[in-house]
């Protein structure tokens, strides 16, 4: 149950990181809080190409994103509005979940910088991608600290008081 516990643990803090980002203003979302730090769609932008990414590697084809295009991922999806960016970051969301209840046999060629590659099982290369946005997303709280927003309350164990609450108030 591990891999699947921190698949939907994945979609729900996403849900919930996503809900905060959409009340957010275009200024406060496109805004460049300091060189550092840079912007919350640059954050956003980048957990979104790491994703597509992901997906290129298994050679997914997805039905709401060309993973064919030329001049990579982060160039297009750095033109997004924040709708489409937090629109398209839930989709990559709901299709990590997938792959990872449903195609988590195998693996999957990684490749180096130096043009040759490694081979990963499939679960732990999808860890690696809710690792990556664990950490972004730690890096979106600092953004949303320093435009004075409510942070993403996204430890794992809330996942799992959440769901426990839910389950009493079902009884």
């Known amino acids: 149950m591990g891999m699947k516990n921190l698949a939907n643990y994945h979609l729900w803090v996403g849900d919930k990181s996503r809900e905060i980002l959409q009340s957010l203003s275009e200024e406060e979302f496109f805004r460049n809080l300091d060189p550092i730090l840079g912007s919350t769609k640059n954050k956003v932008v980048h957990i979104c190409s790491a994703l597509l990414r992901c997906f290129s590697l298994l050679k997914k084809d997805l039905e709401f994103f060309d993973l064919h295009i030329e ?3 982060y160039q297009i999806v750095d033109q997004y509005s924040q709708s489409e960016l937090i629109q398209l970051w839930e989709q990559l969301d709901n299709q990590l979940v997938s792959e990872i209840q449903n195609n988590s046999d195998g693996t ?5 910088n130096d043009g040759d590659s490694f081979c990963m099982m499939k679960l732990d290369f999808y860890l690696q991608y809710i690792t990556h946005t664990i950490y972004h997303r730690g890096q979106l709280n600092y953004c949303l600290k320093k435009l004075e927003k409510p942070r993403i309350e ?12 839910a389950l009493d108030e079902n009884i």
Not at 154 to 165: P, V
């Open 154 to 165: 996204g430890d794992y164990l809330h996942y799992f008081n959440e769901i426990d609450t």
């Open 71 to 73: 001049g990579g991922f």
């Open 108 to 112: 999957v060629a990684v490749p180096r």
